[in-house]
C-alpha cells in the first residue's frame, strides 16, 4: 500500500536490485487523514509512479478508521459513506485513466454493514471484529456476548468505601478510550454483571474501581472486564486463555509485538 | 504491603497452613487515593491485624504518586509536603501505640529530592529515574541527555503537507499522557533533534507526526522519540537494544509482562 513518492522509489529500488516485481495497491484517504492521497489525486499518483519498474499497481484500498469518533450507531452511515465515496471516486477516475483494478479494498468493523453491500469494494478488512470489545458496544456493533476478550482479574483491595483496586492495569487493558466526547464509554472497561463498577483509573500494574450504589464486591473476587479496546489490550500479554464455554481450551502465544522476534534475543 | 483487612485474613490464612511467617507493612495514603489507609488509621489497622499470627508488622510504605499531576517544576515541593507528612503522621502514631518499625519505605522520582532528606523514611523507591522519560522531562526531574529510553523510528510516509508518518505507534509508546492540564507535554513523545515535531495521534502500529513551521524530515529518516511514560513503553516490546554511547551492547529480554510465564505457553 503506497501513497508516498519516496517512500515508492525506495521500495522500487530494493525490487530491483532482487530482480522482483512487487505489487501495491493505492491507499486513498476517506477522511482519517493520516495514511492515504486525496480520492481526487489517485490518477496523478499513480502516474507518477509509472516509471517505476518493479513496483506493479493492483488497485486502491482505504481504512475509514474515522468512524471510531461517531458517538452512536446513528452516526455510523456518515462514514459508511465518506469510504463509500471516496473509493468510488479513486475507481472511476483511475478506470477512466485507463488503469486496470484488480484489488479495491477497504473496510473496518463498525462500517462493515454498509460497506458490504459497496458495489466497487472486493476486498473487506474489518479487524476488531474478531474480538469485539467495548468501544464496539458503545456504537451497538457488538453486543457483551459478542465481545470474545476479556481480562480477568482479582480484587486485591478495598481501602476506602468508594473504591476497590483490582491486579489489572494499563499494562494489561491498555489506555485507550473511546474518541472524545463518545459519553458510552466510561473508564478503562466494562466489568461484565457489575453495573456499578466503573475501571475509573489505572495504574501499571492495578486498576481502581468506583462504585456507584452498592455492590456486593469484596476482596478476592474474580472479575472478567472487556478491555475498551482489543486490539492493543491482546498484545500486551505474553499469551492468551483460549476458553470454549466454560474449559479453558490452550493457551495462545502472542508472538505479533514489536521487537518480539525472539531470534534476536540472546 | 497491605491496607485491607480481608486480603490480610486472606494471607495469614495462606502463611499458617504453609507454616512461615510474612513479613509486611503497612500502606500509607499520602494523596494518590489509590491503596493505602489513611495516616490517622494506621494505629487502628495494626492493631486489627494483631491476631493474625502469621503476619509480622515491620513497618509503613506510601507512594506519593500524586506528583504526577504536578503541571512544573515549582509545584513539587507542595507534594513532598504530603509525603513527609503522611508518613510522619502514620510513624509517629505507631511509634506512640508501641510498634516497632524497621521499615518506614516510600519514594516516587519527581519528589526524590525532597524525601531523601526525610528523618523517618528510611527505603527509598523511586524507579522511573532509571529511563526517565518526557513526563519527568516536563517537570524537570530530568533533562533530554538524561533520558535513557528511546523509541528509534523510520519515517515511511509525507502524504500530505501538514504531516508525515513513522512507523511506531500505540503498541510502542503507550498512550501514557502527562496529567491532564499540564501544558509542558505536548502528544505522545519527544522527538529528538526535532522541536518543530509532535507526535499527534498513534494509531497500534503507526504514529502521525505534525509539523509546525518548516522541516528538513523526509522519508526514509530515522528518529529517536523519549516516550512520555518509560515505565510503559519499556514493557511494550519483547527486548531492548542496550546501547553504550554509539555502540549496540547487547539486547535486553522483558520479561515481566502480563502472562508472560513461558511456562504456561505450549
Redesign the interface.
Known amino acids: 500500500r503506497l ?2 513518492i ?2 515508492a522509489k ?1 521500495i522500487n529500488k530494493a525490487a530491483e536490485e532482487a530482480g522482483v516485481k512487487i505489487n501495491y495497491t493505492i ?1 486513498i ?1 476517506s477522511g482519517l ?5 486525496q480520492p481526487e489525486k489517485a490518477v496523478d499518483f499513480a502516474n507518477s509512479l509509472k516509471e517505476l519498474r518493479g513496483l506493479v499497481l493492483k488497485g486502491v484500498s482505504t481504512h475509514p ?1 474515522h468512524v471510531y469518533s461517531a458517538q452512536s450507531h446513528r452516526d455510523l452511515p456518515k462514514y459508511v459513506e465518506d469510504e463509500r465515496t471516496a473509493i468510488k471516486k479513486a475507481v472511476d477516475s483511475l478506470k477512466g485513466a485507463g488503469y486496470a483494478l484488480e484489488i479495491v479494498s477497504s473496510g473496518s468493523t463498525p462500517t462493515f454493514f454498509g460497506a458490504v453491500t459497496d458495489e466497487n469494494i472486493n476486498i473487506l478488512h474489518p479487524g476488531n471484529y474478531v474480538f469485539n470489545d467495548y468501544i464496539q458496544m458503545s456504537t451497538d456493533i457488538a453486543t457483551e456476548s459478542e465481545c470474545a476478550l476479556s481480562v480477568y482479574t482479582t480484587v ?5 468505601e468508594g473504591h476497590y ?1 483490582c491486579d ?1 492495569g ?3 487493558f ?3 478510550k473511546g474518541a472524545h466526547g463518545n459519553a458510552s464509554i466510561k473508564g478503562y472497561g466494562y466489568v461484565k454483571g457489575h453495573p456499578e463498577l466503573t475501571v475509573s ?1 489505572l ?2 500494574e ?1 486498576g ?1 474501581l468506583h462504585v456507584e450504589g452498592s455492590t456486593s464486591l ?3 473476587d474474580k472479575l472478567e472486564i472487556i478491555p475498551n479496546h482489543a ?2 489490550s491482546a ?7 483460549g476458553c470454549r464455554g466454560d474449559n479453558v481450551e ?2 495462545i ?1 502472542i508472538d505479533l ?6 531470534k ?3
Do not use: Q, W
Request: with cysteine; proline share 2%; aromatic share 4%.
Open positions: 501513497d508516498d519516496d517512500g525506495m491507499i484517504d487523514n493520516r495514511f492515504g492521497v478508521g486485591i483491595s478495598h481501602p476506602t483496586m489489572a494499563s499494562k494489561t491498555g489506555l485507550d483509573s495504574s501499571e492495578v481502581k469484596k476482596v478476592g486490539c492493543s498484545n500486551l500479554t505474553g499469551y492468551l486463555i490452550r493457551l502465544k509485538r514489536g521487537n518480539s522476534t525472539s534476536n534475543v540472546k
